[in-house]
């Protein structure tokens, strides 16, 4: 009998052992435990943004508004890789030290008690709808992302997998799994609310370009992320061509005139010369190629920077409109 107590003991004992010792210590208090005597020593989670140059560690006093949930507690558990390639003090030559790690279930308390306690009044709900970003919008937020200088200091990753750019900040090629939205939104919009003095500078951006540059960042990393595709919307089902005559008349034949042989008054001193839509047909050009360069200009499809980009002046309705009218009109020199 002493023996089989004796053996019981111990695997009671080897049981407790097993078993992580957060889902002992109790939610919130073993989360505060581990943060305020563990994590406080680098990071900070309270008190007013300050120069990274006066810090050890990112702070975290936003964290519950700042990381999906999914990353996070892959962070935690130590499955994700170094935000910053040279120590997020770039301006110190030292070693980076392993970051704490824990178990899952740990990881589990933690993360929910930074959801539920490390939030920002200035993180709103953000204005952009990654459920309208259109695959065009992500090309030119890439291009925005190397016009604005983005490149100099954030690494990304090319069509091989090799790391372009500067390793001074952090990297962002997979971006779109970690950050939230609404607080991508509001960092973008001025980093220097976040990280005063330390290398991110205000961009002079225009709302609409912000909304590429921001969806684009979001598209980074996350595997067949879903474009939108608007030709396949509602407007685009009740598309009239009458409607479209009127539009085509009233904005595109400025240029390319009234019958679409390229001779609108806008069209004098013109180089090049406004398309001759008379001449193409139009009726067989793919419905989003058609959409890209009336809403984003003739640029966004390698076409003259005199094409305007009428996207912020035509309501979708009178776009799927003069869509629909010149693919009826225009069909080239088909018998």
Not at 266 to 279: E, I, M, Q, R, S
Request: proline share 6%.
């Amino acid at each position: 009998m002493r023996r089989i107590l004796v053996g019981f003991f111990v695997v009671l004992a080897l049981v407790f052992l097993l078993i992580p010792s957060g889902l002992w210590a109790g939610g919130d208090g073993f989360a505060e435990k581990i943060i305020y005597t563990q994590c406080k020593n680098c990071h900070r989670f309270e008190g007013k943004p300050k120069s990274r140059f006066d810090l050890k560690a990112p702070d975290l006093m936003w964290s519950g508004v700042k990381y999906q949930r999914p990353w996070l507690l892959r962070w935690l558990i130590g499955q994700e890789d170094n935000l910053y390639p040279n120590g997020y003090r770039w301006d110190k030559l030292r070693f980076s030290g392993k970051h704490m790690i824990l178990m899952k279930e740990e990881a589990v308390v933690i993360a929910d008690y930074m959801e539920k306690t490390f939030h920002d009044p200035r993180v709103k709900k953000s204005s952009i709808d990654l459920s309208t970003f259109t695959e065009m919008e992500a090309r030119l937020g890439a291009l925005i992302f190397r016009e604005y200088s983005c490149l100099g200091c954030h690494q990304l990753k090319d069509d091989n997998g090799k790391k372009r750019g500067g390793p001074v900040s952090v990297d962002l090629f997979d971006a779109g799994n970690r950050y939230s939205l609404d607080w991508w939104t509001r960092f973008a919009e001025n980093p220097q609310d976040f990280t005063p003095h330390s290398g991110e500078y205000l961009a002079d951006i225009s709302p609409r370009k912000l909304r590429h540059l921001i969806g684009y960042v979001m598209t980074l990393g996350v595997k067949d992320f879903k474009f939108y595709e608007p030709w396949k919307a509602e407007p685009f089902k009740i598309a009239d061509v009458k409607r479209g005559a009127k539009v085509y008349k009233e904005y595109c034949a400025q240029c390319h005139g009234l019958k679409g042989k390229g001779d609108g008054p806008g069209a004098k001193g013109l180089n090049p010369k406004p398309t001759v839509h008379a001449d193409l047909p139009l009726s067989d050009f793919p419905i989003n190629y058609l959409y890209n360069l009336i809403y984003f200009g003739g640029k966004s499809v390698g076409k003259s920077s005199n094409m305007p980009d009428w996207g912020l002046t035509l309501p979708m309705q009178s776009l799927a409109d003069v869509i629909a009218y010149v693919r009826f009109t225009f069909k080239g020199h088909k018998e």
